[in-house]
């Protein structure tokens, strides 16, 4: 059976706002421990380590050009898929679905139509700060990471206050609903036992959508032991356990369908599996691409090198972007809402 080996980076949980961890993302590569036992010593072949990390390497500019020549080999001879998410602008969107879209659903009005909460998301995360005062809207975000967390009535109080402490009246569409009305049907969804700002499970569907088009028949999935993969481990298998018929259309390029041809998902020590070490390089170069190019960072390989081996469906990002025509083009007649609902009452009670 085939196998995909899984690796992530720039998990931080709830907290989406870590300065320090700007972009948090996954990778899954299809090759047996024996190849990539083999690659890695043809790339490396003096490397004294027990394990390939990608953060360890990539400190040496000696190192630079092995790095970006594995990647190629993998990308080039192998299925892979690599995600990256702006952990902010998922905050938002976040704040979108469970703060504002509840006030429209509940007035007739289909907030997701044609991607429209990513284009506001998109100018919230480009505009916000600039529009309702940016020490208030960092509060506001803040204040709604916790209340998604706490639930209780202390912290939603809080969330409401900080949405009227901001200059909301520059954008009462997004603000209001909070600022305005203290909308209960929106207080109640982020109150709702499961709602999470936990990005997991958005990094998983991604994912989980590429490597079921990738598969040509039934496959399992490998990662590593650690702490923070335990949360994806503990997701994948209530996706495989499900077994309702059903597809939901994500994007023009992208649907979902249950059952999933996934079978089975296994904890390795990243230490005896080679494989899930080039996993790890490959998430580990792309994170750190998304940073040297949104100036988080300023060493490491070379960020537009690293995005240039990939090909169009081998890398998936969730990231802001002010071209609101093509947003509206890629996300047309997709099914959001329903992608929303459908998960909540299924995998995340």
């Known amino acids: 059976m085939e196998c995909f080996r899984i690796d992530e980076s720039g998990y931080t949980g709830f907290d989406l706002l870590n300065a320090a961890q700007r972009f948090q993302g996954a990778a899954a590569i299809a090759?047996?421990?024996?190849?990539?036992?083999?690659?890695?010593?043809?790339?490396?072949?003096?490397?004294?380590?027990?394990?390939?990390?990608?953060?360890?390497?990539?400190?040496?500019?000696?190192?630079?050009?092995?790095?970006?020549?594995?990647?190629?080999?993998?990308?080039?001879?192998?299925?892979?898929?690599?995600?990256?998410?702006?952990?902010?602008?998922?905050?938002?969107?976040?704040?979108?679905?469970?703060?504002?879209?509840?006030?429209?659903?509940?007035?007739?009005?289909?907030?997701y139509a044609d991607g429209q909460n990513y284009a506001l998301a998109s100018l919230l995360h480009t505009a916000g700060p600039t529009l309702f005062g940016k020490s208030a809207f960092e509060r506001l975000l803040a204040s709604f990471q916790r209340a998604v967390k706490e639930k209780s009535p202390q912290a939603l109080g809080a969330l409401v206050q900080a949405a009227r402490s901001t200059n909301w009246q520059a954008l009462p569409e997004a603000l209001g609903p909070l600022a305005q009305f203290a909308a209960p049907e929106c207080l109640q969804a982020i109150a709702t036992p499961g709602v999470s700002t936990d990005a997991a499970w958005v990094v998983l569907q991604s994912l989980i959508s590429r490597m079921e088009v990738m598969a040509d028949s039934a496959y399992r999935v490998e990662h590593d032991q650690s702490k923070n993969l335990r949360t994806y481990h503990d997701l994948l298998q209530r996706y495989i356990d499900h077994d309702e018929e059903i597809t939901f259309r994500q994007t023009e390029i992208a649907n979902l369908t249950f059952p999933l041809k996934l079978q089975s998902v296994i904890l390795v020590d990243s230490k005896s599996s080679p494989a899930v070490q080039l996993a790890d390089v490959m998430i580990g170069a792309v994170v750190e691409a998304m940073n040297t190019l949104t100036g988080q960072r300023s060493r490491g390989l070379d960020a537009l090198e690293v995005i240039s081996l990939y090909s169009h469906e081998q890398l998936i990002h969730m990231l802001p972007s002010t071209d609101f025509d093509q947003q509206k083009r890629f996300r047309q007649g997709t099914q959001a809402s329903e992608v929303i609902d459908y998960f909540a009452s299924h995998f995340y009670k």
């Open 31 to 111: 090759i047996e421990d024996d190849d990539a036992r083999c690659l890695i010593r043809e790339h490396f072949p003096s490397l004294q380590a027990a394990e390939l990390k990608y953060s360890a390497l990539a400190r040496r500019p000696a190192n630079h050009p092995r790095l970006l020549a594995l990647q190629r080999d993998l990308l080039t001879h192998y299925k892979c898929v690599t995600y990256v998410c702006d952990k902010r602008y998922l905050l938002l969107l976040m704040y979108l679905d469970y703060a504002v879209e509840p006030f429209y659903y509940e007035r007739g009005h289909d907030f």
